[in-house]
């Protein structure tokens, strides 16, 4: 069995859990989720503890019990807690800013751009560590948005200029060399 899939999900005080078949809600502070998991995936609420079984040792099902619980939990401790994923932008005049709930980036080019928060997404800027916050209570919006934020301007290996995760250690590389004489 998996020792992931196993293992049982707690549901936190101020969370509700709705189980409906292979439809799960979940409800909390953050926000709501809801998600439709495969019927051959079996998940059950006891004694404030989500369980996922499944029926088969099946290679399809076996793939399925770890990713149904872990996507299970990411679901219980975003509507209770958050996600948040820190970016950093580096390079001249590379800026960005807030104007009302719309990310404003500066990155050399001719224009600037400007990213309208999508719905469950805040954007926060702390421009004195050059950092972008993106929060949201969905994980996979969070890391979505991120990425595509960072797709704006990837990191270049000569000069590491660009957008990059807190803590992406960004392969460099040597520019040229002098004239050989």
Do not use: W
């Amino acid at each position: 069995m998996s020792r992931i899939g196993r293992m049982p999900v707690d549901v936190p005080n101020g969370v509700q859990v709705d189980i409906k078949g292979s439809m799960v809600t979940v409800n909390g502070p953050k926000g709501k989720l809801e998600r439709l998991f495969s019927p051959t995936i079996s998940i059950e609420m006891e004694n404030d503890q989500i369980l996922i079984t499944r029926s088969s040792n099946a290679p399809a099902q076996r793939a399925l019990h770890g990713t149904t619980r872990a996507v299970l939990n990411n679901m219980v401790s975003g509507v209770s807690a958050g996600f948040e994923k820190v970016l950093e932008y580096e390079g001249v005049g590379y800026r960005a800013e807030m104007n009302e709930l719309k990310l404003v980036l500066h990155l050399g080019y001719s224009h600037p751009i400007e990213i309208d928060p999508p719905e469950g997404i805040s954007f926060a800027v702390e421009a004195k560590t050059r950092q972008v916050i993106v929060r949201g209570f969905n994980k996979e919006d969070v890391g979505q948005t991120a990425a595509n934020i960072r797709a704006l301007r990837p990191p270049e290996p000569y000069h590491g200029k660009g957008i990059h995760y807190l803590g992406e250690k960004i392969r460099r590389k040597p520019g040229k060399s002098g004239k050989a004489k």
